[in-house]
């Protein structure tokens, strides 16, 4: 997969050795542990073996995974983080699994181009075994930054076919062109200065893209709260997208994000950029893989199975919103929807709940089909956005886990 990197500065070729990628322009970016830095790391000239020991090291002895325990004792949750499996952004990609499934080869390579806290990244890639995905984190903060990835997604816990690379994706993508068989630019169309240009560029003629979780200016959120980017209409985004020199015919289709994560049955895409949602999805692609479904649902056996943070067992033994945390409120308020959307989780059977482990523990479908529950029972839950079960690496699995503060996962120290 190396042979698709190309240098950001300057667009030739770059070359792998013990320690940096090299163009011949002497331009280079350390890697660590499999982890490449686009960024420039604290200088901007050459790097010597003496300095990138150096880096590694500090950021090996970070203490970020005693950080992770003192978290949890504190009981202290990363909000967003923890809701991600069922926020209705990411939810929104489950409808267009068939599509990529259908779509993908082997060896095809997928780009995630906002991977902020390990999630997106190690969802496709588990996903998707056959071909190998690059995920994109901007830097130094957020959730995870630098010692978090060095920490928990090492060579040994991460997906084997998950690289991750560390770039603004304000600049050049570090890829060649058309190299990308599915972009899942991820929460950036708003926030990135020319990512439709090189989204495109770096995507191959007949590949998808799909812009998940756009700002509209077609509307505002009631109450108000600030979304954050540069909003556009989304008419404005499906004219700017169709003439694109790189689009070669794809359908651009601007939907609802709410009704992407609507929908229930295979349906043909229509776009309708004048949606009166204020959160778009843009999926651009040959107009064969242009259709959603129902949402996809694994239930191997071995899937890891998450709780949806929003949600508890009441005292009489009934499933309910749970609103007692300032974090909860926060969610809810910012996405109204779900106190209708949730409304059905009241009328699953005690039966089916009683046999539930405790909703702040990670669990498998094994153990919930150990537990008595049917796989009819356990789709449901699913259904209903109770639980979300996924295949995860471990890395992912202890990201998670610090998200959540979730109980029944062991997090190693060093």
Not at 13 to 21: A, H, I, P, R
Request: aromatic share 12%; net charge negative.
């Amino acid at each position: 997969m190396m042979s698709i990197f190309s240098c950001p500065l300057c667009g030739s070729e770059l070359k792998q050795t013990t320690k940096v990628l090299e163009c011949p322009r002497g331009h280079q970016y350390p890697h660590i542990s499999g982890q490449f830095y686009f960024l420039p790391l604290f200088q901007n000239d050459s790097w010597s073996f003496e300095q990138i020991d150096g880096l590694q090291d500090k950021l090996n002895n970070s203490q970020f995974l005693q950080y992770m325990q003192l978290k949890k004792r504190r009981g202290i949750i990363e909000p967003y983080a923890a809701f991600q499996p069922f926020n209705e952004s990411f939810q929104a990609l489950l409808n267009c699994i068939d599509v990529l499934k259908n779509h993908l080869k082997p060896g095809d390579v997928i780009l995630d181009t906002w991977c902020r806290t390990g999630w997106s990244g190690d969802f496709l890639a588990n996903l998707f075994p056959e071909q190998s995905v690059i995920s994109i984190w901007e830097g130094d903060n957020s959730v995870l930054g630098y010692k978090g990835y060095q920490a928990l997604f090492t060579p040994e816990t991460r997906a084997a076919n998950h690289t991750i690379i560390f770039h603004d994706p304000n600049k050049r993508l570090p890829l060649k062109d058309h190299t990308i068989a599915f972009c899942f630019a991820y929460d950036s169309l708003h926030r990135y200065q020319g990512i439709i240009d090189e989204v495109y560029r770096v995507t191959k003629r007949d590949g998808i893209i799909n812009f998940a979780h756009v700002h509209l200016a077609n509307s505002e959120p009631e109450p108000f709260f600030e979304r954050g980017g540069i909003y556009r209409l989304g008419l404005e985004y499906q004219q700017l997208l169709e003439s694109h020199q790189y689009n070669y015919g794809r359908k651009v289709n601007v939907l609802s994000e709410l009704d992407v994560y609507s929908t229930s049955q295979y349906t043909e895409m229509r776009t309708s950029p004048q949606t009166e949602h204020y959160n778009g999805y843009i999926w651009v692609a040959p107009r064969e893989y242009s259709y959603l479904t129902s949402s996809y649902i694994d239930i191997k056996p071995s899937n890891y199975v998450f709780f949806n943070p929003l949600m508890m067992v009441s005292s009489s033994g009934r499933l309910s919103i749970n609103r007692d945390s300032d974090n909860n409120r926060h969610i809810l308020t910012r996405h109204p929807f779900l106190n209708q959307a949730y409304e059905a989780i009241s009328a699953i059977s005690e039966s089916i709940i009683a046999n539930l482990p405790p909703l702040n523990q990670f669990t498998t479908i094994k153990q919930l089909q150990q537990a008595q529950l049917t796989d009819g029972q356990i789709e449901l839950l699913i259904k209903q956005k109770v639980l979300f079960a996924a295949s995860l690496s471990s890395a992912m699995l202890e990201a998670q886990a610090m998200h959540m503060n979730a109980e029944n996962v062991t997090l190693t120290s060093t």
